[in-house]
Nanobody, 118 residues
Framework: VQLQASGGGLVQAGGSLRLSCAAS????????MRWYRQAPGKQRELLAG???????NVADSVKGRFTISRDTAKNTVYLQMNNLKPEDTAVYYC?????????????WGQGTQVTVSS
């Protein structure tokens, strides 16, 4: 499974961005996809996830501002981020959990930088 994240950039506080994560390769075995972020000097933080059945979950820290969705035809998962704040500045990563030959394996995308200016 290969993941290609995109959509990051520089935005002013209060603005919005939509991140995309396109899966390719053996993507038919993907059981769930998630978005994480990591700010300088901080641990990687789980933001949102979506299962192959479409069940979503969003971390309390960003609930109400961030939404996860997917386009199954495009094998792409999105993270819609609204009302962005300077503390949202981080590198955002997508992650896929795939079931391969009965084993669970994880795959990371390359990360996309989000910078929110005040």
């Amino acid at each position: 499974v290969q993941l290609q994240a995109s959509g990051g950039g520089l935005v002013q506080a209060g603005g919005s961005l939509r991140l995309s994560c396109a899966a390719s390769g053996s993507s038919f075995g993907i059981a769930a996809m998630r978005w994480y972020r990591q700010a300088p000097g901080k641990q990687r933080e789980l933001l949102a996830g979506i299962t192959s059945g479409g069940i979503t979950n969003v971390a309390d820290s960003v609930k109400g501002r961030f939404t996860i969705s997917r386009d199954t035809a495009k094998n792409t998962v999105y993270l819609q981020m609204n009302n962005l704040k300077p503390e949202d500045t981080a590198v955002y990563y997508c992650f896929a959990e795939a079931i391969e030959s009965g084993w669970s394996r994880g795959y990371w995308g390359q990360g996309t930088q989000v910078t929110v200016s005040s």
